[in-house]
């Protein structure tokens, strides 16, 4: 390379670096609002989460199963309910799982839009955060890789099921749903003609938690999607399952669908664990979402008595 060429080079060199400075200076100047957060933190959080999910009810669902006990006037279902209030007590105090289906982990992010991840990528760190929870707390693994033929364990429960959301402000919070088979498996989707409105919707949901029986583990918390389209209506049915029981849908004619279904769903017979009573179900929560003029799609989404969730706030 000649003289002149190199003075060439050296000269695009610094013009680059200068540039590159310039435009460090600028995004650091536009952007001095973000708030940084480690992945590893998030790694951390992760593990912990997945831990505590699995050991601790949340005191909402351990009010409406006593709740349940109280009101309940079936001896066999009484039993039963002792049997799972008995179960809770033994996890914590054991710091062991509530059930052995520890479930597919469900993580859902609210990533607020001030928030800057940094240190490496956010979905292999919460990877690593469910690897190291299952892993350290003796959960037991079951995700399986090559779904429709070998079905090898992945080992580490990994990986999980993200949905994330962008929100205002600089905070990142974090909700693991572990969600056992049992009552995943009775998951349903039906596309409405619109016609078929809200008594369509009733008998949709009645007809599928009387055809699941006792395989969901009731009693359970009926998650219900309308709305939107196909793959949307079941993401707001699980959704729906993070609300606290008791908490109702702020739209009122929602809210009292809510209470109609839940009513009707402890009407069936079920019971607990399917051995009669009026406790099938402790609560029903709908989330709602226009939808296009030709459809009316419902989704379900059931959660059994186990119903683990933990949410830390970062």
Same mark, same amino acid.
């Given at each position: 390379?000649?003289?002149?060429?190199?003075?060439?080079?050296?000269?695009?060199?610094?013009?680059?670096?200068?540039?590159?400075?310039?435009?460090?200076? #600028?995004?650091?100047?536009?952007? %001095?609002?973000?708030?940084?957060?480690?992945?590893?933190?998030?790694?951390?959080?992760?593990?912990?989460?997945?831990?505590?999910?699995?050991?601790?009810?949340? +005191?909402?669902?351990?009010?409406?199963?006593?709740?349940?006990?109280?009101? +309940?006037?079936?001896?066999?279902?009484? !039993?039963?309910?002792?049997?799972?209030?008995?179960?809770?007590?033994?996890?914590?105090?054991?710091?062991?799982?509530?059930?052995?289906?520890?479930?597919?982990?469900?993580?859902?992010?609210?990533?607020?839009?001030? #928030?800057?991840?940094?240190?490496?990528?956010?979905?292999?760190?919460?990877?690593?955060?469910?690897?190291?929870?299952? !892993?350290?707390?003796?959960?037991?693994?079951?995700?399986?890789?090559?779904?429709?033929?070998?079905?090898?364990?992945?080992?580490?429960?990994? =990986?999980?099921? #993200?949905?994330?959301?962008?929100?205002?402000?600089?905070?990142?919070?974090?909700?693991?749903?572990? !969600?056992?088979?049992?009552?995943?498996?009775?998951?349903?989707?039906?596309?409405?003609? =619109?016609?078929?409105?809200?008594?369509?919707?009733?008998?949709?949901?009645?007809?599928?938690?009387? +055809?699941?029986?006792?395989?969901?583990? =009731?009693?359970?918390?009926?998650?219900?999607?309308? %709305?939107?389209?196909?793959?949307?209506?079941?993401?707001?049915?699980?959704?729906?399952?993070?609300?606290?029981?008791?908490?109702?849908?702020?739209?009122?004619?929602?809210?009292?669908?809510?209470?109609?279904?839940? +009513?009707?769903?402890?009407?069936?017979?079920?019971?607990?664990?399917?051995?009669?009573?009026?406790?099938?179900?402790?609560? #029903?929560?709908?989330?709602?979402?226009?939808?296009?003029?030709?459809?009316? =799609?419902? %989704?379900?989404?059931?959660?059994?008595?186990?119903?683990?969730?933990?949410?830390?706030?970062?």
């Amino acid at each position: 390379m000649n003289a002149h060429a190199i003075d060439e080079v050296c000269s695009f060199q610094e013009h680059s670096g200068a540039l590159a400075a310039f435009w460090g200076d #600028v995004g650091r100047n536009m952007g %001095g609002n973000m708030r940084d957060i480690q992945v590893s933190e998030i790694t951390e959080t992760v593990a912990r989460l997945s831990q505590e999910a699995n050991y601790y009810l949340p +005191e909402d669902v351990l009010d409406a199963l006593k709740k349940a006990r109280r009101d +309940e006037e079936a001896p066999r279902a009484q !039993k039963v309910l002792d049997m799972i209030l008995l179960n809770s007590e033994i996890a914590a105090e054991k710091q062991i799982a509530l059930c052995q289906d520890t479930g597919t982990t469900v993580l859902f992010l609210e990533i607020g839009q001030d #928030v800057h991840l940094v240190g490496g990528d956010l979905t292999k760190a919460l990877a690593e955060g469910v690897r190291l929870g299952y !892993k350290e707390g003796f959960l037991r693994n079951s995700m399986v890789t090559q779904p429709f033929s070998a079905r090898l364990n992945t080992g580490d429960n990994t =990986p999980p099921i #993200v949905h994330t959301d962008i929100v205002p402000g600089e905070a990142l919070k974090i909700t693991i749903l572990p !969600k056992g088979g049992g009552c995943e498996n009775m998951s349903r989707l039906a596309i409405l003609r =619109p016609g078929d409105g809200k008594k369509g919707i009733i008998d949709f949901t009645l007809r599928t938690i009387e +055809e699941s029986g006792g395989n969901p583990c =009731p009693p359970l918390i009926v998650g219900v999607g309308i %709305g939107g389209t196909a793959e949307h209506v079941m993401h707001l049915a699980k959704k729906s399952l993070l609300r606290k029981v008791g908490e109702h849908n702020p739209d009122q004619e929602v809210a009292d669908l809510e209470e109609e279904l839940l +009513e009707l769903v402890n009407a069936s017979g079920i019971g607990p664990q399917a051995w009669g009573g009026r406790s099938t179900a402790l609560a #029903v929560n709908i989330e709602t979402h226009p939808t296009h003029i030709t459809s009316l =799609p419902v %989704g379900v989404n059931l959660q059994c008595h186990s119903a683990r969730q933990k949410t830390a706030v970062l």
